[in-house]
T-cell receptor
Framework: KAGVTQTPRYLIKTRGQQVTLSCSPI?????VSWYQQTPGQGLQFLFE???????NKGNFPGRFSGRQFSNSRSEMNVSTLELGDSALYLC?????????????FGSGTRLTVV | GESVGLHLPTLSVQEGDNSIINCAYS??????FIWYKQESGKGPQFIID?????DKRQGQRVTVLLNKTVKHLSLQIAATQPGDSAVYFC??????????FGKGTTLSVSS
C-alpha cells in the first residue's frame, strides 16, 4: 500500500513569504502529525490532527498553522517566513489519535528560506 | 518542557559487533516508547516499540529494554551491519498527547 506522501519534496522561499506543505496519509489513517526537524533542535512537534480537528499543538508561534480535510489529507502553512524556518518538515500518520500505535513518516519537505 | 534525550550523539562500531544505543526519558507518565531509524534523505522509519507494562521486547536483530525505575530505554542491535548506519531516535508518548522525540544518535558502522 502507498506510504505517507508529502509534497513538494523541496522548496525555496524568500523571507517574508508564506508556504503551504501537503501531506497525504496512508489510506485508512485518520491522524496526521507534523514535525519540524533541524540539526540543532532535532524533531520538534508542531501539531496533530484527527477527524479535521487539531488535537495537540506544540510550542511554535502562530505563524505556523495547519488543517485537515475530510479525506484526512493535511496541510500546514507558515506565514511571514524567517531564515530560521529552514528545516525538514515531516508528516506522520497513524490509525488513531492518542493511541499506543506507531506513526508512519513521509520523506519530508525540505524548506529553505533565503 | 518534557523531552526525551539520548546519552551519546555518535556511536562508531565495527561490522558484526553488537550496538547499544541509550536513551533517558523524563516523563514518568509516558506509557509507550518507540525507536526510529532515519537514513539520509528519508523520514524516520519505525524499528520497534514497547509499552510501559513490559521490560523487554525483541524483534529481528533488535531488542528494546525499558527500565522504568531509572527512566532509561535502550536499543540493542545484534551483528551490526553497514546498512544499520543511520540516526536513531527514541520517542515517548503518553495517552492523548503527541509523540516526543529525543535528539538522536548517529550510528556509524565500518566494515
Amino acid at each position: 500500500k502507498a506510504g505517507v506522501t508529502q509534497t513538494p519534496r523541496y522548496l525555496i522561499k524568500t523571507r517574508g513569504q508564506q508556504v503551504t506543505l501537503s501531506c497525504s496519509p496512508i489510506s485508512g489513517h485518520r491522524s496526521v502529525s507534523w514535525y519540524q526537524q533541524t540539526p540543532g533542535q532535532g524533531l520538534q512537534f508542531l501539531f496533530e490532527y484527527f477527524s479535521e480537528t487539531q488535537r495537540n499543538k506544540g510550542n511554535f508561534p502562530g505563524r505556523f498553522s495547519g488543517r485537515q480535510f475530510s479525506n484526512s489529507r493535511s496541510e500546514m502553512n507558515v506565514s511571514t517566513l524567517e531564515l530560521g524556518d529552514s528545516a525538514l518538515y515531516l508528516c506522520a500518520s497513524s490509525r488513531q489519535q492518542g493511541a499506543q500505535v506507531g506513526y508512519t513518516f513521509g520523506s519530508g519537505t525540505r524548506l529553505t528560506v533565503v | 518542557g518534557e523531552s526525551v534525550g539520548l546519552h551519546l550523539p555518535t556511536l562508531s562500531v565495527q561490522e558484526g559487533d553488537n550496538s547499544i544505543i541509550n536513551c533517558a526519558y523524563s516523563n514518568s507518565a509516558s506509557d509507550y516508547f518507540i525507536w526510529y531509524k532515519q537514513e539520509s534523505g528519508k523520514g524516520p522509519q519505525f524499528i520497534i516499540d514497547i509499552r510501559s507494562n513490559m521490560d523487554k521486547r525483541q524483534g529481528q536483530r533488535v531488542t528494546v529494554l525499558l527500565n522504568k525505575t531509572v527512566k532509561h530505554l535502550s536499543l540493542q542491535i545484534a551483528a551490526t551491519q553497514p546498512g544499520d548506519s543511520a540516526v536513531y531516535f527514541c520517542a515517548e508518548k503518553k495517552a492523548g498527547t503527541a509523540l516526543i522525540f529525543g535528539k538522536g544518535t548517529t550510528l556509524s558502522v565500518s566494515s
